[in-house]
């Protein structure tokens, strides 16, 4: 099957790679622009290894993308971690038209932060969606769904690279062999269960110490490692990281600190006690019993 890959990073990288391995044409690799600095993509190392054409453009809406893609007669288009937008008249210019990877079971959690969302809404079960492109965001008929378990400790990075990323590949393999057979599945999402939510940033990182201990906690994990759950020290914007929650009946004040052990940093909360490993100030992430030292911080101080 002839296909144009667009995406990028790793994700990207990794499904080039099965499809070259599953023996399948790629015609085209779609990457953005090379970042300041010389970086090269890992998707864009891995065509140019392969010997592929790559393909780089500030948007992928300018007329000469269409142009390429209808002189590439593919069959298929494949989004893999794609952060730019595809118009129509390029997601339809394959036979086939095109498909793409989204890290949630939709309809639920469309937009550009599902997993983090997931996790700050406290779901116990996620996912992955591959589903035909159309005009709206993540809207289109789902061609297939792969479900994972979101364990108590998950945090948006571990379910990501540890579940969704080696299960996504191996899906986009399977999405391949399934529009191979002629009659591949197009499940009208159903609009009744939908839910979109903005992209996760600061804004909405913020903790808010009064709430209950777990929705914290799934704040603090689904932002974990972007964009970092934060609060006040001091004064002073810091941000929260690999932390454990050992639940719990605690007298002390949410926010307050209750033991420095360790690496580590220990806050009481509403309902439990919030194990901190992890902080980051204006500089570099380092263990938060060295942040405390530095901030000068003791037992008995609050945050927030």
Known sequence: ?????????????????????????????????????????????????????????????????????????????????????????????????????????????????????????????????????????????????????????DTAGSLYFNKIFPLGVEAIGEAVDLIKTGSPPRIVQDESKASYDPPCRDEHAIIDWSKPAEVVYNLIRGCDPQPGAHTLCQAKRVRLFDCRLKRGDVSTAPATVTAIDGESLHLALNGGTLVVKKMRGDGAKIAAAEYANQAGLRVGDKLG
């Open 1 to 153: 099957m002839r296909i144009i890959l667009i995406g990028q990073a790793a994700f990207a990288e990794k499904s080039l790679e099965k499809l070259l391995e599953k023996g399948e044409e790629i015609v085209a690799v779609y990457c953005p622009p090379d970042a300041p600095g010389g970086k090269l993509d890992p998707v864009k190392q891995k065509a140019l290894q392969s010997g592929l054409p790559v393909r780089q453009h500030k948007t992928l809406k300018a007329p000469e993308v269409k142009d390429e893609f209808v002189g590439f007669k593919a069959d298929l288009a494949i989004l893999a971690f794609v952060t730019q937008i595809v118009p129509p008249p390029v997601f339809s210019a394959p036979r086939f038209g095109s498909i793409c990877f989204h890290p949630s079971l939709l309809p639920k959690y469309r937009g550009a932060s599902a997993i983090n969302w997931a996790l700050i809404n406290g779901e116990s079960r996620t996912g992955l969606t591959l589903f035909w492109v159309d005009q709206g965001i993540d809207t289109g008929p789902i061609l297939l769904q792969k479900e994972v378990a979101v364990e108590p400790d």
